[in-house]
């Protein structure tokens, strides 16, 4: 009974590290997207991030802005991200009304 599970435990194991080089290079071939994200920094200021990055990491990336340091919106310091409020395509508007008042006055 033992020996099953231990042969499950090693057949698992074998088959992710076979098939996760396999999703990398899956995401590897799809083209990077342009976003943005509306982020709230510590002290109450709004700021908006923008980056290129994968389909996979944009679906992460408001969980992985949290306490990473940005540039405000005036591009003059560094602050840690308080929370992400919204994030979209870098091509859509933002749904807040701020948001997109404060992307206005941001020269890209």
Known sequence: MNIKYTMLAILTMASAT????MLVAQQSDKPNISVKCFVELFGG???IYFARLS???YERLPRMLVNQKVYTADKSSKIK???VRECALEKDKFKST???KLEATIPK
Do not use: F, R, W
């Open 18 to 21: 076979l098939v996760s080089p």
């Open 45 to 47: 200021d709004h700021s």
């Open 55 to 57: 389909e996979l990491e």
């Open 98 to 100: 701020i948001a997109n």
């Open 81 to 83: 991200v308080y929370a």
